[in-house]
């Protein structure tokens, strides 16, 4: 009789030993088989979200580690720099960068050009008498809101390089924007620039006048377009996200694109006006300190949309060196996927349970199964000898024992995949619910600097709700073969000491 025989008649005959082996496994199994379908389930969630989120990256303050460092030195926030145009061209012609735009913004007000309103009467933008538009540069001619679908042109066109390069008046406008002033593609538009009349409270307690300022800019309406809202989930969603949503589309409907050169103008033209109008405003500074002052606020906002999502890390080490050359310590490389890392909470701290319960439940099982093989082994002493004696080969008595392992370990395996993973469903609610407390209570979740820029970069923000939505475990071909591995790998480690302690049998002694 081959060892594969004795081995299948050894599980039969030996029923108790062989239901408490499989008892074992299916136990230990059932832990492995949860651990491992939570694990799977958090990295699908993450890679889901992610790629819902897009490689869209920016360049911004690192306010954490400047916070951090303003602890022992007050004069940090004198020394903070922001990158220069050379230094964020620099970063974009990177390889991992698709396309990028470097974007100067100003905003203004105007009596005459009329903002669209929101269609949620309670929201309501603007005092009523002004209205309030954000001047938005471009570099890149094709604009790359239209390029990262948060905005579509619905008639007209993008700018033309030449009209980039030459700081052009020809701007593009909501359709919303067009139809609150009866606007259309071609037509000549005013922004005509006003601030309002005030008061202005002296040190010495005294009230000085302010007064208004007023510039018209006459320029051509070359495009209009609509801006694209992801998909929204109301039932999720509580009021104060619901409120930063609309206030987020409100100002993309009410932004003007326009050349960087003409929005660069506009803001040194009517800061120096103001300047002039109402120069107490300014501490008594000069002309030429004024100047001086503006040109050095007159920075870019940097966006790169990257090739892929995969090459997101090697773009941020890259462009972390060339931030860090050019001495800008705090200034940060932030991507639009990083918004995962802040509001994933919960299952972040699911995944990190599900892979300490992994490793515990291979040591665990390991351990186990040695010593519960090596007791049965011990009652067949008499039996592993009479095989030995009879001329048996060492390494065919030692394939009957594995075989035998395997083949109740396996039974118990096939069962674990389907019980662990209705096991780790039920397990994963309740535990998703306490990390999602831990979380608010930690203070997680709340408003900070990024947040603004990952509304800009991307047009699918995502709330903490929405990670738990999208996390779910399901079978799938992954997950069980990646169990069939660990499970059976850690059958065949279990088999090590059996095995040497069939090596070390004397079937004369056993015999005697």
């Known amino acids: 009789m081959n060892f594969i025989k004795r081995g299948l008649a050894s599980i039969t005959r030996r029923k108790g030993k062989s239901i408490i082996l499989f008892a074992v496994i299916l136990i230990l199994g059932n832990v492995m088989a949860g651990a491992i379908a939570i694990d799977q389930g958090t990295k699908s969630v993450e890679s889901s979200i992610k790629k819902k989120l897009g490689a869209v990256a920016t360049i911004t303050q690192d306010v954490e580690q400047i916070e951090k460092d303003a602890k022992n030195d007050d004069s940090v926030y004198e020394k903070i720099t922001m990158p220069k145009q050379e230094t964020l061209s620099e970063i974009g012609k990177l390889d991992e960068v698709n396309y990028y735009d470097y974007s100067l913004t100003t905003y203004i007000n105007t009596m005459k050009l009329k903002m669209a309103q929101s269609k949620n009467q309670d929201f309501i933008v603007g005092d009523g008498e002004t209205s309030n538009f954000t001047l938005k540069g471009v570099n890149f001619n094709e604009v790359l809101d239209v390029k990262n679908n948060i905005i579509k042109v619905t008639d007209g066109r993008v700018f033309e390089k030449d009209e980039i390069e030459k700081n052009k008046n020809v701007v593009m406008i909501s359709e919303d924007v067009a139809k609150e002033n009866n606007l259309r593609v071609g037509d000549k538009m005013v922004i005509d620039y006003h601030t309002a009349m005030g008061m202005m409270m002296s040190e010495d307690g005294s009230e000085t006048k302010i007064d208004p300022v007023k510039k018209d800019y006459q320029v051509e309406v070359i495009g209009t377009f609509s801006v694209l809202q992801s998909e929204k989930k109301s039932s999720k969603k509580n009021d104060n996200s619901d409120m930063q949503n609309e206030s987020n589309y409100m100002e993309r409907v009410n932004s003007i694109y326009a050349p960087n050169g003409f929005v660069s103008k506009v803001g040194k033209e009517t800061s120096l006006l103001e300047f002039e109008k109402n120069p107490d405003m300014y501490g008594g500074i000069s002309k030429e300190e004024f100047l001086k002052q503006q040109e050095d606020m007159d920075f870019a906002t940097a966006t790169y949309t990257l090739k892929s999502p995969e090459m997101t890390e090697d773009f941020r080490i890259k462009a972390q060196k060339i931030l860090k050359d050019s001495k800008n310590k705090y200034a940060k490389v932030l991507i639009s996927s990083d918004q995962f890392d802040s509001v994933a909470g919960p299952v972040k701290g699911m995944s990190k349970i599900s892979k300490l319960v992994l490793i515990i439940s291979v040591l ?85 600097m990024d947040d603004w820029e990952y509304a800009r970069l991307s047009n699918n923000n995502v709330t903490e709700d929405d990670v738990i939505d999208a996390y779910n475990v399901s079978l799938n071909p992954t997950y069980i073969i990646l169990f069939y591995v660990v499970g059976i790998g850690v059958v065949l480690v279990s088999t090590v000491a059996p095995l040497i302690y069939i090596m070390r049998l004397n079937p004369k002694k056993i015999m005697m």
Do not use: C, P, W
Request: proline letters at 0%.
């Open 364 to 448: 665990a099982s390991i351990l186990i199964i040695t010593l519960v093989t090596i007791l049965f082994l011990r009652d067949r002493k008499h039996e592993l000898g009479i095989y030995l004696s009879l001329g048996e080969k060492r390494s065919k008595v030692i394939g009957q024992i594995v075989f035998e392992v395997v083949v109740v370990a396996f039974v118990a395996i096939t069962i674990s995949v389907f019980t662990g993973n209705m096991l780790a469903k039920g397990f994963s609610k309740s535990l998703i619910q306490t990390q999602k407390t831990e979380t608010v209570d930690n203070g997680y979740g709340s408003f900070n």
